[in-house]
């Protein structure tokens, strides 16, 4: 789910488009489950989930990348400047 990196944090995760808000739901085999409202068209969910990470972690979208998984709903994201304890210690306080 949340793996550390040199720099900061590798969270995989697995996305449900379409839903009527953006939303980090929990675990969901062995991945961290997040609803985002884009659908899945040219890029939408991907740019809309970037944009939603940015925000939960308070990190600039600069530092976000989509490093696997551009058209499926199982993807890989890399995080830089975030620390792996502040990750855990964020998320778990919105589930």
Do not use: C, W
């Amino acid at each position: 789910m949340i793996e550390e990196t040199k720099g900061g944090v590798r969270l995989h995760l697995f996305i449900q488009p379409k839903s009527s808000k953006n939303q980090i739901v929990g675990p969901h085999n062995g991945l961290l489950k997040i609803k985002i409202s884009a659908p899945p068209v040219d890029g939408e969910a991907n740019a809309e989930l970037i944009e939603y990470l940015a925000k939960f972690f308070k990190i600039a979208k600069r530092n976000i990348t989509l490093v696997k998984g551009d058209t499926g709903r199982t993807k890989t994201v890399e995080i830089n400047g975030l620390s792996k304890s502040d990750a855990e210690a964020l998320i778990s306080a919105a589930l």
